[in-house]
């Protein structure tokens, strides 16, 4: 993928291009796609290039998830394009690409006090606030709900527009004119894109899009490997990643930069107290220092240099309120037996008059992100402009956050948005944005900063920590008549809304949502199981700790708990796990399927005592409908971990799931994704967490977190269910049921039944 400057500024037509009038999007927004020599700028989605090059905007983060390879496949495939001749651009931070499903799905964040009133993406204040905020935040997988059809429709038009300047030439109809392969066609006539490209400018688009009627897809079943690839999409963005010249945040490089390294505060609320600058004054290549109010930063002629400085100067910080591991525990325990919940799904008589006879306690440590590239941004300052070399998903963000720090104007904020090497939701927080702006502008020059692994341990938020019990009313057969969740935990996704939505500090969101519930820390606890009352509940707990959200969601905290304590109830009644959930699935064939076929997959044996094996499913929801959809996609997996004990201790070994997401645009991407989400969530099944003392995260190295190595990673084996269904994102589903399968598959393995997470931890 090229980064180029006219890949990343909008402005008018440049060097001859054409800019053709555009329908597509909202009329209030200049196109923000600018063509160069030789190219049309058909809309704001697509360019065609008089020697044929199809370039297609993407205006979300690639963040290995394969979104530079993914909407430019629905263009090509809608508009007829060669996969060898599609090239993708950044697209500029824009209202036209607005993110309205993920913009109505964060409802109670924006807009807290009456999220009723905009709940789906096609409502006015939904609209009104996403295109006005220029809000194109890439999270929890809301790239397809909120960009295919108008990609789709982006293809369409530039396909009816070139068929158009064809069928001119050839004196035929238009819509008799087909698009294959770069070309148009009508009987023996044939012209190619690049052809037609310059002339199609003169036409204009359909007033409705003449869409294919197969949406964009691929098969899902077994596709010959070897010499044949698993999709005819293959990933635009790897040929730059295995040959070392794509560009990340840390492979920036401005005439005349200097480079920075920083020390924060400890969370929660530290500020810088003293330090010693004479204490580095021998230091070779170091420039200068520059004070925040919680950090401390070195420039120097290397990064090295200026790391070295402040080692030498080891600054210290003054402490109004910590952070302590024994404390969280303390307030999660107190908040889940005696806290003020809040109700957020009930069935049936929900927990009233519940009798239960079978309850159990689940906890879970904060976990690190552990993103393999640390935080790091470039900036200049000239002339009142910032610009910003950034990986961020959450871009508008990043440039308000900017501005107000050395208050100038949000529009007077270039971003140029580069790859993230792998985010989990990290780059959702823009503090770097803030640092390295201030480091422009006490330099006088490019300064580009990076931090540390330890300084990314220290100043990212975790996932949040939680304890929750479950408690049910179970008959002497093991069917549950009523089931009770209570989950105690930070309201994280609030205290992220404030921090996103409001520009505030981490102690400030903090105190703004002290002793509210959040609906978002419960998710995927209300059971996909045909139980008759069910109530699950939110208590609010107000730590100095930070919290974040992570890949996987909540759903990846939730559903350890219940299929934990499904498993647990299983075994109690002696109970087959899988014929037992089977029994009480209802009417949610899409999950049976999932499991009967991972079951075939894993050669399920009934998870004895011995066996190593052990199961777990879910369902998750994207909560709203995506445009041009009825409904919100679901999806369903079902996973089956086997374990065995030796001299090492307990190892998996094997990790199957079956899949039903939907309909599969592109099979290998989404092969990647899922695969991807079984070690992540193997990494937080065995890992991933720290304690707290004093502020500061105990462990300050990736080795210090139990992460999975490739000797550790088990045999993975994944398969789809065929669907026409809304396709779901396969890049959060991946990791929820990794946790309690992996549990379930000890128990089976050792007679150990394990409730925290991670399963096998130094932690206290």
Known sequence: MQLTRRGILAGAALGGGLLVAWTLLPRQFDNPLAPSDNEVAFDAWVKIAADGVV?????????????????????????????????????????????????????????????????????????????????????????????????????????????????????????????????????????????????????????????????????????????????????????????????????????????????????????????????????????????????????????????????????????????????????????????????????????????????????????????????????????????????????????????????????????????????????LDNAIAIEVALLAREAGRPVQLTWSRWQEHVASYPRMPAVGILGAQVSADGTIATLRARLASPPTMREFGCRLFDNQTSWAAIDSVAGEADPFAVEGMDPPYAIPNVAVEHVSVAIALPTAPMRGRADAITCFMRESFLDEIARTYEREPLSYRMAMLGGDARLAACLQQVARMAEWDGGAPGTGQGLACHVMSDGVAGLGEQAPATGRIAVIATASAGAGGVRVSRIAACVDIGRVVNRDLALQQIEGGLIFGLSLALGSATDYADGLPTHGRLAALGLPTLADCPEIAVEFIASDLPPFDPGEIGVAAVAPAVANAFFAATGLRLRRLPLISALA
């Open 55 to 427: 370039t297609v905007a993407v205006p979300q983060l690639e963040m290995g998830q394969g979104v530079t390879t993914l909407l430019p496949q629905i263009v090509a495939m809608e508009l007829g394009a060669d996969w060898r001749q599609v090239a993708v651009e950044p697209a500029p931070v824009s209202g036209a690409y607005a993110n309205l499903p993920l913009a109505a799905r964060w409802v109670p964040l924006w807009r807290p006090l009456l999220p009723d009133l905009a709940s789906q993406p096609d409502d006015f204040l939904v609209e009104r606030f996403a295109q006005g905020n220029n809000f194109t935040a890439t999270a929890q997988g809301f790239t397809l709900p909120a960009y295919e059809l108008a990609c789709r429709e982006a293809g369409a038009s530039a396909r009816a527009m070139l068929a158009m300047a064809a069928a001119d030439r050839w004196d035929v109809a238009w819509e008799e004119c087909e698009a294959a392969g770069g070309f148009i066609r009508h009987g023996e006539n044939v012209a190619s894109f690049a052809e037609l490209a310059l002339d199609a400018a003169r036409f204009d688009a359909p007033e409705v899009p003449p869409l294919r009627a197969q949406s964009p897809s691929e098969p899902v079943g077994d596709i010959a490997l070897g010499d044949q690839p698993r999709t005819a999409f293959p990933r635009l963005d790897l040929p730059s990643k295995v040959d070392g010249s794509h560009v990340f945040a840390a492979d920036v490089r401005l005439p005349d930069m200097v480079y920075a390294a920083i020390r924060h505060a400890p969370l929660d609320k530290a500020t810088l107290a003293q330090f010693d600058p004479a204490l580095a004054s021998g230091q070779r290549g170091l420039i200068q220092l520059v004070r925040g109010k919680n950090w401390l930063a070195a420039l120097g002629e290397t990064w090295w240099a200026a790391e070295e400085a402040l080692k030498k100067i080891a600054p210290r910080f003054s402490y109004v309120r910590t952070v302590r591991s024994e404390t969280i525990a303390t307030k999660l325990d107190e908040a889940v037996l005696r806290g003020k919940a809040k109700v957020f799904a009930t069935r049936g008589n929900g927990a009233q008059g519940l009798q239960s006879n079978e309850a159990r306690r689940y906890e879970i440590a904060p976990a690190l992100h552990a993103t393999l590239e640390t935080s790091s941004a470039t900036a200049r300052l000239i002339d009142g402009t910032l610009e910003l070399w950034l990986a961020t998903q959450a871009p508008e963000a990043a440039r308000v956050a900017a501005a107000r720090a050395l208050g100038i104007s949000t529009s007077n904020v270039v971003l140029y948005p580069v790859s993230a090497g792998g985010s989990f939701d990290r780059r």
